[in-house]
T-cell receptor
Framework: QQQVKQSPQSLIVQKGGISIINCAYENTAFDYFPWYQQFPGKGPALLIAIRPDVSEKKEGRFTISFNKSAKQFSLHIMDSQPGDSATYFCAAGSGGSYIPTFGRGTSLIVHP | KAGVTQTPRYLIKTRGQQVTLSCSPISGHRSVSWYQQTPGQGLQFLFEYFSETQRNKGNFPGRFSGRQFSNSRSEMNVSTLELGDSALYLC?????????????FGSGTQLSVL
């Protein structure tokens, strides 16, 4: 049972474009939604995270949009750069359980 | 501060063998969790240890086991290896393992089972 569904599986964007990755969750107990970025040969690293009491959080070119009623959240990468080429994982966590549930990942390629 | 260190970086084993992977968390971090990463399944949670006790466990067979030492270092063992165990095994640490804490991942151990 996949509690966090992530799409698309892969994404190709031109430099300067907007990259959008979507995630949907089922468990309404989730109350913490982080995004991790993973470069080849490295482990994932926390990129940005949001709680359900806000609808949007922005850090530089990265923005999380959160829709509590639809149980969806998304990552937007503005002005995408080749250096953003990586695998992105969304995750959802709950105060009742330490273990975050990860999406299956999106491989992003940004062409120069 | 040193990051999460995983050894070895690469391993090649044959079916039926067993393997032990090691993880040294960030100094001061007491929670260590393990994940299996495969191209098709993403990150699958194996187990989490806190103060030498297994606190959470994922849906993996009993061939997968782990332990944590008093210095918070952790080991993961896989017995009777199967071809399907080929994957990148990631270790992550955090200070207390609180629900909304940031996880710090190591670079992983790439296991190939032939």
């Amino acid at each position: 049972q996949q509690q966090v569904k992530q799409s698309p599986q892969s994404l190709i964007v031109q430099k300067g474009g907007i990259s959008i990755i979507n995630c949907a969750y089922e468990n309404t107990a989730f109350d913490y939604f982080p995004w991790y970025q993973q470069f080849p040969g490295k482990g994932p690293a926390l990129l940005i995270a949001i709680r359900p009491d806000v609808s949007e959080k922005k850090e530089g070119r990265f923005t999380i949009s959160f829709n509590k009623s639809a149980k969806q959240f998304s990552l937007h990468i503005m002005d995408s750069q080749p250096g953003d080429s990586a695998t992105y994982f969304c995750a959802a966590g709950s105060g009742g359980s330490y273990i975050p549930t990860f999406g299956r990942g999106t491989s992003l390629i940004v062409h120069p | 501060k040193a990051g999460v260190t995983q050894t070895p970086r690469y391993l090649i084993k044959t079916r039926g063998q067993q393997v032990t992977l090691s993880c040294s968390p960030i100094s001061g971090h007491r929670s260590v969790s393990w994940y299996q990463q495969t191209p098709g399944q993403g990150l699958q949670f194996l187990f989490e240890y806190f103060s030498e006790t297994q606190r959470n466990k994922g849906n993996f067979p009993g061939r997968f086991s782990g332990r944590q030492f008093s210095n918070s270092r952790s080991e993961m063992n896989v017995s009777t290896l199967e071809l399907g165990d080929s994957a990148l095994y990631l270790c992550a640490s955090s200070f207390l393992g609180a629900p909304n804490e940031k996880l710090f991942f190591g670079s992983g151990t790439q296991l190939s089972v032939l």
